[in-house]
């Protein structure tokens, strides 16, 4: 009987204490979790699949894409399912031309923005312009991050006509680098590609004796009980998150140093960017620089409206593009320059 007593005391003290906790939560503005749901329609089809090493890929074809029934953009892929870089008349002009591959996220591939306004294209029709025969391919897909770059740097070695890379780099990759439970969260708001998203067996770099290991791991976010009713157990999720990444951001250093170093020994030319702009992504991009790797700054923050499509989207927009196809076009050239 009196430990009967004690159990319930200690419940009823329990309870006391999550209900303050919860009102100083509330007190302080925090809230549980609501959803922000973002829509996608496509058509014809999703334009990704699934895929083992890169956990997903994109299709081939012609696609409309269509946010929140507002905003529609036309994407058009090519037979190995990357964003085209040139009208299809001058793709024979490129046969036996060096390459400079592009790797990014969808700031890279360029959503929201049609075919000839990413920043891809945009450089080809420079070189096209001031006869330079090098021929741009926009490697970059939604969601893909250093730990993608890692593996596709794979194939670009057994290119030989590959002469620069390009590797837009954001701050938002770092957790993307490990996968984080914050990324897999951010990804519920996408309520029409969740079935697509439960398919996803995606790569990531984990630490083991200080020494990033690629591993994969499902995409899918689980919440926690009462998550999406109480505000103290988002906020615990949140701190859980702050946690995880708290090295995030050395792991994707090392990952982008392995990346670039395999790169380079095979004599191609790897150009670091920060293409978001923000402090944190320029400081990374600067301490790149400081251990010695070629780097570039596009001096332009994208999170500034006149940059991106707000407030429909955050992506940047044709003038930020326009920005990123002159710097580095500047660069390309003075490296040929260098060269010669």
Same mark, same amino acid.
């Given at each position: 009987?009196?430990?009967?007593?004690?159990?319930?005391?200690?419940?009823?003290?329990?309870?006391?204490?999550?209900?303050?906790?919860?009102?100083?939560?509330?007190?302080?503005?925090?809230?549980?979790?609501?959803?922000?749901?973002?829509?996608?329609?496509?058509?014809?089809?999703?334009?990704?699949?699934?895929?083992?090493?890169?956990?997903?890929?994109?299709?081939?074809?012609?696609?409309?894409?269509?946010?929140?029934?507002?905003?529609?953009?036309?994407?058009?892929?090519?037979?190995?399912?990357?964003?085209?870089?040139?009208?299809?008349?001058?793709?024979?002009?490129?046969?036996?031309?060096?390459?400079?591959?592009?790797?990014?996220?969808?700031?890279?591939?360029?959503?929201?923005?049609?075919?000839?306004?990413?920043?891809?294209?945009?450089?080809?029709? *420079?070189?096209? =312009? $001031?006869? @330079?025969?090098?021929?741009?391919?926009?490697?970059? &897909?939604?969601? !893909?991050?250093?730990? +993608?770059?890692? *593996?596709?740097? =794979? $194939?670009? @070695?057994?290119?030989?006509?590959?002469?620069?890379? &390009?590797?837009? !780099?954001?701050?938002? +990759?770092?957790?993307?680098?490990?996968?984080?439970?914050?990324?897999?969260?951010?990804?519920?708001?996408?309520?029409?590609?969740?079935?697509?998203?439960?398919?996803?067996?995606?790569?990531?770099?984990?630490?083991?004796?200080?020494?990033?290991?690629?591993?994969?791991?499902?995409?899918?976010?689980?919440?926690?009980?009462?998550?999406?009713?109480?505000?103290?157990?988002?906020?615990?999720?949140?701190?859980?998150?702050?946690?995880?990444?708290?090295?995030?951001?050395?792991?994707?250093?090392?990952?982008?140093?392995?990346?670039?170093?395999?790169?380079?020994?095979?004599?191609?030319?790897?150009?670091?960017?920060?293409?978001?702009?923000?402090?944190?992504?320029?400081?990374?991009?600067?301490?790149?620089?400081?251990?010695?790797?070629?780097?570039?700054?596009?001096?332009?923050?994208?999170?500034?409206?006149?940059?991106?499509?707000?407030?429909?989207?955050?992506?940047?927009?044709?003038?930020?593009?326009?920005?990123?196809?002159?710097?580095?076009?500047?660069?390309?050239?003075?490296?040929?320059?260098?060269?010669?």
């Amino acid at each position: 009987m009196k430990f009967l007593k004690n159990l319930l005391f200690f419940l009823f003290l329990l309870l006391i204490t999550l209900a303050t906790a919860e009102l100083v939560c509330r007190a302080f503005g925090l809230k549980a979790y609501r959803e922000n749901p973002v829509k996608f329609d496509y058509k014809p089809t999703l334009p990704g699949r699934y895929d083992s090493i890169m956990g997903h890929v994109l299709l081939p074809g012609y696609f409309s894409i269509t946010k929140n029934d507002t905003f529609t953009y036309h994407a058009t892929h090519d037979s190995l399912g990357r964003r085209v870089s040139k009208p299809s008349e001058e793709i024979a002009d490129y046969t036996n031309s060096n390459k400079v591959i592009i790797l990014g996220c969808s700031f890279t591939y360029g959503d929201c923005l049609e075919d000839s306004q990413t920043h891809a294209y945009l450089l080809q029709q *420079l070189f096209r =312009k $001031n006869n @330079l025969h090098l021929s741009v391919e926009n490697w970059g &897909v939604g969601g !893909y991050c250093p730990s +993608h770059f890692y *593996l596709l740097s =794979k $194939n670009i @070695l057994k290119d030989t006509s590959v002469k620069y890379v &390009v590797i837009n !780099y954001s701050r938002i +990759h770092n957790e993307r680098t490990i996968c984080g439970r914050n990324w897999r969260k951010s990804l519920v708001k996408y309520t029409n590609q969740r079935k697509y998203q439960k398919t996803l067996n995606v790569p990531y770099f984990a630490l083991e004796n200080e020494t990033p290991v690629l591993k994969y791991k499902p995409l899918e976010y689980h919440f926690l009980p009462f998550q999406k009713d109480l505000a103290l157990v988002e906020y615990i999720d949140q701190l859980y998150c702050k946690f995880e990444t708290r090295n995030a951001a050395a792991i994707t250093k090392q990952v982008l140093q392995l990346t670039i170093d395999s790169l380079q020994q095979k004599g191609i030319h790897v150009i670091l960017t920060s293409i978001t702009g923000d402090e944190e992504s320029n400081a990374m991009v600067h301490s790149m620089a400081k251990s010695g790797y070629n780097t570039l700054l596009y001096g332009i923050n994208t999170g500034e409206n006149r940059y991106n499509f707000n407030p429909i989207d955050g992506h940047p927009n044709y003038r930020a593009n326009k920005i990123f196809a002159d710097s580095l076009y500047s660069r390309i050239t003075s490296l040929q320059n260098t060269v010669r």
